[in-house]
Structures are given as structure tokens and as C-alpha cells.
């Protein structure tokens, strides 16, 4: 079963439940969450856009991809769009399985491909200037 | 031929979807796109990447581009 | 922070209220859950019964490793005796951290040392047997 | 001379503390108290480790026992 979404709030507490299965000895969830500092300047917010068609399409592919190699009974990639406040969740992603060496690795990948692939934007609001993240190198 | 733009792109072109001016020659291909964005608006030079998406998948340079594909920009992605 | 608790019942919403932190950009969780199935017998139950004065010792010891080691923000190891049913929690443990790496390695390391060091004993219950789980080589 | 027991360590022993029998002699160090646990109780030999704990705390076999410890068997532990 998976769990596929953009939404504008990310709710914590449903993952859980989300990744629960009656064969699945390990669960592992990341959150990422907005940092009050990036290079020791204080972030106002981030705001968020993607091009949601093509999100959950490559998200759809990325989830696919790691049940097959970690041969998951559920997972769970679910990204918030819109302004966020630091300590704010932005993206929970989770893996359940019967062990806990293949959830720790499939989370890890959802997270790691979820930023090279996914059309989601980040833009970081500092008090006096906005950038928008990766853009330049 | 609409282009769908985001991100950095929309600030760069100053609008959310980009037309490619009427008077010039199509680009036929993925490739040929590129080759007129980054002559109308050379700030796409400077980014890390730029890929573009036909039919909300990323689509190679030799793509063709037909009539009716949905056509988007796709800057550095960053989520997460 | 550190939440270190034996408890008879493991609130899986809770963790992440612990785990949040304006400074944490990543914040990794796992969960253990009681499988239906060991060695192709069906389980009916998961018995755990602790050393608790040690059991918490121990934890917190490990909480303080991986804070020390990861530069950990806050930390969550969370353990459940009594009897638990297939799809029940058993384990809580997660980390919260600036970036990614050290809240993953930080987990893995939490749940890893917990179940080499944590005097907690888990029995499984089969319809005709029951087996202290790793008692004999 | 009272021992904490748990897991396995209770079924072997049938209950839930040892008391060291009064009219044997004391064992003064961890090492000594292993001695007496798996000459009284051979299952003992069969787990896959025994280990004591002293005051909460793993302690090795050169360890001297106190009257006022707390002393405590610890079976192989399977938490998680």
C-alpha cells in the first residue's frame, strides 16, 4: 500500500497508522522540518511550489522503486506545498517492513530521491533577501 | 506553444507560463526548446541544471515536441 | 532532550512532539512492531519483562552516546513491557538533529545498542510453545 | 545473599530471586557467583551469554560483592 501526496499540511501522526502492517517488524519515518538558520542567517519561512502532476508521478516512481528492492508492505511519501514556519514539518516519508535493515536503507532512499527528482521548489525567506535553494551552483 | 514555468524559471521569464513568441520558428525538439530559452533569456545559464518536462516527465534533448504536449520548465528541484 | 521511558503502552503520535526542534532540520524515527509471523509459525503474542532501574540506566546511556556522537538536538528511546499482539508497537526510538546523516545513523545506532545492552527480555508466544527469544546459540 | 532474576533466568531457577543457600560459602566476587549459579543450575551453561549486573550496572567477573549490593542475573537480553 502506498501512501502518495501533496499536501499543504503534514500531519505526523497519521503516518503511523499509514505504515502499520500485521508483517512488518520495522517502521521508519523522516521528517524534515524547517531550521531556524541556514549559514548562521535566521530563516523567516520557506515556501513551497511544485508542478504537483509531475510530483506525484515521480514520487509514485520513487515509492515503486523501493518497494521492489526492499520488498516493503507499505510506504508513505507525502510532501507539504505553501509557506512553512521554522519547526514546521515539510516532508514525511516512511518505509515499513518485516526487518528493520531494509526499512532504515528504503527511507533513506525515499528522502535522498525524493530531493534530486521530485518538481518541488524551495524558496528560503531571510529578513532582507529571498534565494531560491540549489538554483545556482 | 505554452511552457509551464516555476520557480526560478517564472522569476527569471517574469510570468507563470511562457509563450513562445509567435513569430519565431517552433522548436521542434526538447533540445531546440533549450537552445530559445537561453537566447531569450540568458540568466538559464547561470543555473545549476535545467531539464525539461513533456507530458509531466522529464524528457530527453531529442524529444520532439508535438502540439499537444504539456510542456514545463524544470529548474534545480529542492524539495525536501 | 532526552525521553527515555519504560511505559506499557507506546503512543507512536507522541514521538514526534518530542523530536521537534527549531534547530533540527531532520528528525529520524523508527518503530518496532510485533510481526505475525516468525520462522513461517504463526505468533500469538510478544511478552517483555525488564530489569527497570537497569534498562533505563542503560538507555539513557545510549541516548547520551549518540547525542555526543551525532550532536544530536533531542532523542526519544521508548520501551514497552507486558504483552503485546501482532501490529502492536514495542519500540520507539528517534533522533532529531541539523542534517539528515546524523539523525539516521543516530536511530540506527539507538535501536542497534538497545537490543545488544537493554536488560528487557522478550518471549514469544505460539499456539503450543513459548521460547525466550535469543536464550540459546 | 538475594539475586534479582528475569527471563530465562526465573524459569531455570523457578522463581523470581535466589537466595544463595546459607550453608554454603559466600561467593565474594561476580566470578564466583557464576560459579555457584551453574554448578546448582546447569542450564545455565546452555544460553548463549550470562552476565551479571551489580547495582544496576554490567559488571565484570573481577568484581567484589558487597552485603548491602543489588545484585541481579542477566540472560541474554532480546529487546526490540
Known amino acids: 500500500m502506498k501512501y502518495i501526496e501533496i499536501v499543504d499540511k503534514i500531519d505526523t501522526a497519521t503516518a503511523y497508522k499509514n505504515l502499520s502492517h500485521p508483517s512488518s517488524g520495522g517502521i521508519c519515518v523522516f521528517v524534515g522540518a524547517v531550521r531556524d538558520f541556514t549559514n548562521n542567517e535566521s530563516v523567516v519561512s520557506l515556501e513551497f511550489e511544485t508542478y504537483k502532476a509531475m510530483a506525484l508521478k515521480e514520487m509514485d ?65 531571510f529578513s532582507n533577501k529571498s534565494v531560491w535553494v540549489s538554483a545556482h551552483p | 506553444m505554452k511552457v509551464l514555468l516555476f520557480g526560478i524559471a517564472k522569476d527569471i521569464i517574469g510570468a507563470s507560463v511562457f509563450e513562445v513568441p509567435a513569430q519565431s520558428k517552433y522548436p521542434s525538439t526538447v533540445k531546440e526548446l533549450k537552445d530559445v530559452l537561453v537566447v531569450l533569456f540568458p540568466e538559464f545559464n547561470k543555473l545549476s541544471s535545467l531539464a525539461i518536462a513533456v507530458n509531466s516527465e522529464y524528457a530527453d534533448e531529442n524529444i520532439i515536441l508535438r502540439a499537444e504536449d504539456e510542456i514545463a520548465i524544470i529548474p534545480p528541484v529542492s524539495g525536501g
Open chain 1, 61 to 125: 516512481k520513487i515509492a515503486d522503486e523501493a518497494v521492489d528492492k526492499w520488498q516493503l508492505n507499505k510506504v508513505v511519501v507525502r510532501h507539504a506545498v505553501g509557506v512553512k514556519h521554522v519547526e514546521e514539518p515539510v516532508v514525511i516519508v516512511g518505509a515499513s517492513s518485516a526487518h528493520r535493515d531494509a526499512c532504515f536503507e528504503a527511507c533513506r532512499y525515499l528522502i535522498d530521491t525524493l530531493k534530486e527528482r521530485v518538481p518541488i521548489w524551495k524558496k528560503e525567506v
